[in-house]
């Protein structure tokens, strides 16, 4: 199971970043981000499962609870990876501007941003 980026948060803080962002339902199939494409949204998977593929190779996949598209924001770059999703998608859709504007409204939900994003460089 997926570690949720909102495990650390108070309740109050988790209400705050969920409705920063927009629910969205995605198809399966879908590719919501793409490798080498500006960082311009990020993803709260709510419910489902997507892969996570580098030059066409899966290298992860992640369930609810699991934030995409948040590296290539917090470090400024393009995206280093595609999202796929292996099932019909719930989603919270979050643009840059509210992931970094939450970011310093709410500092352990910053927190727990870098902490994903730097993982995934590691993991790079």
Same mark, same amino acid.
């Given at each position: 199971?997926?570690?949720?980026? *909102?495990?650390?948060?108070?309740?109050?803080?988790?209400? @705050?970043?969920? $409705?920063? &962002?927009? $629910?969205? /339902?995605?198809?399966? +199939?879908?590719?919501? !981000? $793409?490798? @080498? /494409?500006?960082?311009?949204?990020?993803?709260? !998977? /709510?419910? &489902?499962?997507?892969?996570? @593929?580098?030059?066409? #190779?899966? !290298? %992860?996949?992640? &369930?609810?609870?699991?934030?995409?598209?948040?590296?290539?924001?917090?470090? =400024?770059?393009? =995206?280093?990876?595609?999202? #796929? %999703?292996? /099932?019909? *998608?719930? #989603? #919270?859709?979050?643009?840059?501007?509210?992931? %970094?504007?939450?970011?310093?409204?709410?500092?352990?939900?910053?927190? $727990?941003? @870098?902490?994903?994003?730097? +993982?995934? !460089?590691?993991?790079?």
């Amino acid at each position: 199971m997926t570690e949720s980026i *909102l495990d650390g948060l108070e309740p109050a803080d988790v209400k @705050r970043v969920l $409705a920063a &962002g927009t $629910a969205l /339902t995605l198809p399966q +199939g879908w590719s919501p !981000i $793409a490798e @080498r /494409t500006p960082a311009d949204k990020a993803y709260l !998977i /709510t419910e &489902g499962e997507v892969s996570v @593929r580098k030059g066409g #190779v899966e !290298i %992860a996949t992640l &369930g609810p609870g699991a934030v995409v598209g948040e590296a290539a924001i917090v470090n =400024r770059t393009l =995206r280093s990876a595609t999202i #796929v %999703a292996l /099932t019909p *998608l719930k #989603v #919270v859709h979050f643009t840059s501007d509210s992931i %970094a504007a939450l970011a310093d409204q709410v500092p352990a939900f910053g927190a $727990a941003l @870098r902490a994903a994003a730097a +993982g995934r !460089i590691k993991g790079s």
